[in-house]
């Protein structure tokens, strides 16, 4: 790691580090080990001694070493970072790190997905978790976002329901990390505020090429208030530098397979190899007084603001650019909170928002063993605290003096309290009236405008998916009476898609399917991202006796690109070109499949065996099945030929070094060649 990459942060973790490497063994006691292989016995036949020390203490931390998993986002991967803003924010907050552009804040971003258990598969369909805890001079400040806008429920109080839904059934513990079966989609037809986050959990945004190609968002409203006390509503996003990409489901199913791990080996090689994942911070913002403006209501969590009407500004940016170097230390023992706030960030009353602000610290407590979690090394702050907070399992702090209450003489009543000059944070005092009711605003009602705005800005291909998917999940569902309520609920949305999906399920349309709303919001298609050659994979098919100065020259294009490419033959070690060049096996077609690819090249070889080119023919339609750009030449120009893929959008076959390597990075930037005349 670079210098300029160290942080206060990573400087405070320093003091924490240990390497092992080089040393001798010893107890945690300290004492020096002389043997590690054998428990002390009587006699080298018989039992263990409980005299023995040594083996009685490795045998208990072991024993100890696990710890709850989370009871949702389980399975994650974080990376350290840092974020700057671009020009002071003072207009909407006084929150120190969004008014000084020249202040660089120490991040740690965890990523997840939802429903699977820590161990499960990274690319199934779900919704991902995107949370970043900046470390700021004014304390922690935890953004705890998804990557989809909005939310499943308008309520904290239903969120034990739904998780209970969407988990694997308790009967039988299945199906693991998928929400294709009976409980979820009964939950949604019986709740039907979901109908929203339902399209978005069954659109391309559900299965995310990399945690790198994903948007980021708070979903809540919250409130930014400035140095004279004013307030903004205000909802945050993050926009990935690399744009918003996803992958087929086909493909999705059997990377599931191939590599688990998918994801975050994703973000630990870019990080690795310098290709600093970057997210710029994105604000809307409404002043207090248009609350009331729109049609719907901004404390509604299954609700998007437009971007259309109120659009996006971008304010900073952050850059992830250090691995951890112990995932439990770390990526495990991280407590977020979306109540770790710092002065300028409140909340808004949005319903189930206040129900997280209860439920992240109770959660911690059950899995970080009690009230002492903030003083793991990751989740300490990186300025001073003080407090009257003592004892407690695992207490590491040694607090000085006799005096730990408030208020006090003996200490001159500190610590004290700070005035808000002094950076004490202070509620925003809005005013608040009402009845104590149990019931839901009538402003909250609409559950299925927002729905059809979703699917009206969707593009052809995005439409066919979300329909394709919907008919996969409700296909796994056993009830025909929960098919059958989905069906009429997803008819409030669309009639094509209700139509779609009822006749791949076999179940019936209701007579009045369809929507008003036309509407749309171009901004929530991914048809309308950022497209890019810049990190992308390409998967070299290739043989001994290949045309080394042509094939060089090729590559050299692709890397200036900024594409990663991979050598893949049927067997490791070195290939040798025609003039002598060299080129290192990475995979063979038995160590990779692909899926793993985002581009294959095509070249082949002299005299291949059949067994070569059966191999290199299975990789080269799968990857022409999910839409992936496919460039060839030399023999592999031929094996397109004659699998008649080489007339098809994304395929590129040339024979000119320099004109064919422009247009595969153009088919490679743009991710996935839609119009290929393949039915899935
Ligand atoms: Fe949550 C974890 C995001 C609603 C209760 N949530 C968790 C994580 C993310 C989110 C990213 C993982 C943090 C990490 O990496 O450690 N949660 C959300 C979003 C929500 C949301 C964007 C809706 C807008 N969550 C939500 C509700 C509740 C919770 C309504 C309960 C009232 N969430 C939890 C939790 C978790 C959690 C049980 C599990 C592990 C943890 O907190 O630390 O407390």
Not at 15 to 27: E, H
Not at 212 to 236: A, D, I, P, Q, Y
Not at 266 to 290: A, F, M, R, T
Not at 623 to 628: I, L, V
Request: aromatic share 10%; hydrophobic share 35%; glycine share 8%.
């Amino acid at each position: 790691m670079s210098d300029q990459n160290k942080g206060k942060k990573d400087e405070q973790l320093e003091q924490f580090r240990a390497d092992d490497q080089g040393k001798k063994l010893t107890t945690n006691q300290g004492l020096k080990v002389s043997e590690d292989e054998f428990s002390l016995k009587a006699g080298d036949r018989g039992p263990t001694l409980l005299e023995d020390f040594h083996f009685r203490e490795k045998m208990t931390h072991f024993d100890h070493e696990r710890i709850p998993e989370r009871i949702v986002h389980a399975r994650g991967f974080a990376a350290h970072g840092e974020f700057q803003v671009y020009e002071s924010l003072e207009e909407y907050t006084k929150a120190d790190f969004l008014t000084d552009p020249s202040k660089k804040t120490p991040v740690f971003v965890r990523f997840s997905t939802v429903a699977g258990s820590k161990g499960s598969s990274e690319t199934v369909r779900d919704a991902r978790g995107f949370a970043t805890k900046f470390y700021t001079d004014e304390g922690n400040y935890d953004l705890v976002g998804n990557n989809i806008p909005v939310f499943f429920i308008q309520d904290a109080i239903k969120f034990p329901d739904l998780v209970h839904a969407l988990k694997p059934e308790p009967h039988n513990e299945m199906p693991q990390a998928a929400s294709a079966h009976d409980t979820f989609w009964d939950f949604v037809a019986n709740n039907q505020e979901s109908a929203h986050m339902v399209m978005w959990a069954m659109s391309d945004r559900a299965i995310p090429r990399s945690f790198r190609m994903m948007e980021g968002f708070g979903v809540h409203t919250f409130r930014l208030v400035n140095k004279e006390g004013k307030s903004h509503f205000v909802k945050f996003h993050w926009k990935p530098k690399l744009g918003t990409h996803s992958v087929v489901w086909d493909e999705a199913q059997k990377l599931s397979g191939k590599d688990a791990d998918f994801h975050r080996g994703d973000l630990w090689e870019s990080i690795e190899n310098g290709e600093y994942p970057e997210y710029e911070l994105g604000i809307q913002v409404i002043p207090e007084e248009d609350e009331h403006k729109f049609d719907f209501d901004i404390l509604d969590p299954t609700k998007l603001w437009p971007e259309e009407d109120i659009p996006v500004k971008l304010v900073g940016k952050m850059t992830l650019n250090r691995n951890v170097d112990n995932v439990f230390a770390e990526t495990e023992q991280v407590a977020f909170h979306p109540g770790h706030v710092v002065p300028g960030i409140d909340f808004s009353n949005d319903p189930l928002l206040q129900g997280r602000l209860f439920s992240y610290t109770d959660t911690q407590l059950i899995r970080l063993g009690g009230p002492n979690f903030h003083e793991l090394p990751i989740n300490r702050p990186v300025c001073p605290f003080h407090n009257n907070q003592r004892d407690g399992y695992g207490r590491q702090t040694i607090n000085r003096g006799q005096v730990s209450y408030h208020k006090n003489s003996l200490a001159s009543n500190t610590p004290e309290p700070a005035s808000v000059e002094e950076g004490g944070y202070e509620h925003y005092q809005e005013k608040v009236e009402g009845h104590k009711v149990r019931a839901r605003s009538e402003s909250f009602k609409d559950h299925f405008s927002q729905a059809t705005l979703f699917w009206n800005s969707m593009s052809e291909p995005e439409k066919d998916h979300i329909k394709a998917a919907f008919s996969f999940e409700l296909g796994k569902v056993g009830s025909q009476s929960v098919k059958q309520q989905v069906v009429d609920m997803f008819a409030n949305v669309s009639e094509d898609l209700a139509t779609t999906v009822a006749d791949a399920i076999g179940a019936e349309v209701p007579a009045n399917a369809g929507s008003s709303v036309t509407k749309s919001s171009p901004a929530l298609s991914q048809e309308n991202t950022v497209f890019s050659a810049e990190t992308r994979t390409v998967g070299l098919i290739i043989a001994d006796n290949f045309n080394g100065s042509e094939v060089a020259k090729v590559l050299d294009s692709l890397r200036n690109a900024g594409t990663i490419v991979e050598v893949i033959s049927d067997k490791q070690g070195k290939l040798k070109g025609d003039d002598g060049s060299e080129l290192n096996v990475d995979h063979t077609f038995l160590t990779s499949e692909s899926v793993l690819f985002d581009a294959l090249y095509v070249v082949g070889g002299e005299d291949v065996s059949k067994s070569f080119k059966h191999d290199a023919k299975y990789f080269v339609q799968e990857a022409f099945q999910h839409f992936k750009p496919i460039g060839a030449t030399h023999q592999g120009v031929n094996w397109l030929k004659d699998n008649n893929l080489d007339q098809s959008p994304g395929v590129v076959a040339g024979s000119d070094p320099d004109s064919f390597a422009n247009e595969f990075v153009e088919a490679i930037s743009q991710h996935r060649h839609w119009t290929r005349d393949i039915i899935i």
